[in-house]
């Protein structure tokens, strides 16, 4: 018999749950969102194999559920299943972004069936909804799974064999571990780049042709401030503690870069910015605890209609398989870079080399 997964919440991050579980034949999938046109969206392209308009009915019939809704609405729907009579044991989940407010949650639960584990897939998308659902979105991406207090190791095995069509790599933490890297990496940056559009809208009041001066740099740090800004409110919130000991750090740090701009001190200012170059050219490089390993090559490619089809069909004859690929937005209409990630170093000598040999210029990130 197929087990069977409810997935709540068919946005981005449930959606493209949905579409890699539902390749599974062992599985069956039963999709619940409070947005209709996605659930019948979702119906449509294949993503479930049956829609569900109340959940806590599904639940009943469910091994496992998936809440992929946002972070306050996953803690009231664990609420809502707390009170639902289930005839066997279920294996709850979550995606939400933080974790401690969601296993405080949990460990709130007095459901003797509901066995709850935190997840966090820490892949996604400045995008929103389930048409920007892919089921490829958490190929080779950390996995973060916190398992709540009443949970088996033999039930974290279980959600591992579910989700492991996702292709994703899990890690274990706790919640606040989770929460304060998460706070570092994810969150945090997300205030950052919000704060620097703000400051080029400003200025762009007195500097009519600023908008057309920012090119790659200013669109790479604040690609993530086209987010979905109710969301991001609600991960800022439940993570308030960290982000307001970032932000003052940051204050700090901001002072101390104003100090060095102000006394001309450009010998410091060197070691500040090669400092943080090592850092973060070493980031990825090797396996370092919750950073994956990836090794990039940087292709420049010309704005020409299958120019990317051409680099990636080439690298597959040749069975060099990608990790992953990112156009970047550097010279607009002209030229552009493909980045592209690879799993090993032999892998990333082989592709550049082969470029080479059809005539392309690559890059390798020192
Ligand atoms: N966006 C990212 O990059 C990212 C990455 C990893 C994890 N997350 C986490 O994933 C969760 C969902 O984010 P998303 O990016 O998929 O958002 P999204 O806006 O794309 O999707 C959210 C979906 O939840 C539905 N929804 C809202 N309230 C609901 C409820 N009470 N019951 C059922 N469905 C409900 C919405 O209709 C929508 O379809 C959040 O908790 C977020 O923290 C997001
Ligand atoms: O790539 C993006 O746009 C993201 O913001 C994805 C991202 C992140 O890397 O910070 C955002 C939130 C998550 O919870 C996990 C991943």
Known sequence: ??????????????????????????????GYDTNNETLQFALEMGMIHE??????????????????????????????????SFEKDIIITDVSSVKRPVMEAAENLVN?????????????????????AKAHLFENAIYVLVSGSTVHTNQVKQLKEILSATN?????????????????????????????VHQARKWEETHQYLPNLAAGGFRDITRIASS???????????????MVQLLDE??????????LVEQKDRKTMISYLEEAQVYRDGLGKKEKGAIPSYYDLYVDIRDQTGAIASVTQ?????????????????????????????????????????LRDHGYETMVEK
């Open 1 to 30: 018999m197929k087990q069977v997964i409810v997935v709540a919440g068919l946005g981005l991050i449930g959606g493209s749950i949905a579409k890699s579980v539902v390749r599974d034949n062992g599985l069956y999938v039963i």
């Open 51 to 84: 829609a569900a308009t109340d959940l806590m009915t599904v639940a009943k019939r469910a091994d496992y559920i998936i809440l992929a809704a946002p972070i306050s609405e996953t803690i009231r729907l664990m609420e809502q299943l707390d009170n639902v």
């Open 112 to 132: 003797p069936h509901l066995y709850f584990i935190g997840g966090h897939p820490m892949a996604g998308s400045h995008k929103k909804g389930v048409q920007a």
């Open 168 to 196: 994703c790599k899990f890690i274990e933490l706790n919640a606040t571990e989770h929460d304060e890297m998460t706070g570092v990496v994810s969150h945090f940056p997300h205030l950052i780049a919000s704060s620097l």
């Open 228 to 242: 979905n800004p109710v969301l991001w409110q609600d991960i800022f919130h439940h993570n308030r503690e960290k």
């Open 250 to 259: 940051w204050i700090k740090e901001m002072s101390f870069l104003k100090q």
């Open 314 to 354: 080439l690298l597959a004859e040749h069975s060099i398989s990608i990790n992953n690929i990112q156009i970047l937005e550097i010279r607009e209409g002209i030229t552009g870079a493909l980045r592209l990630s690879f799993s090993s170093q032999t892998f990333l000598g082989h592709a550049s080399q082969l």
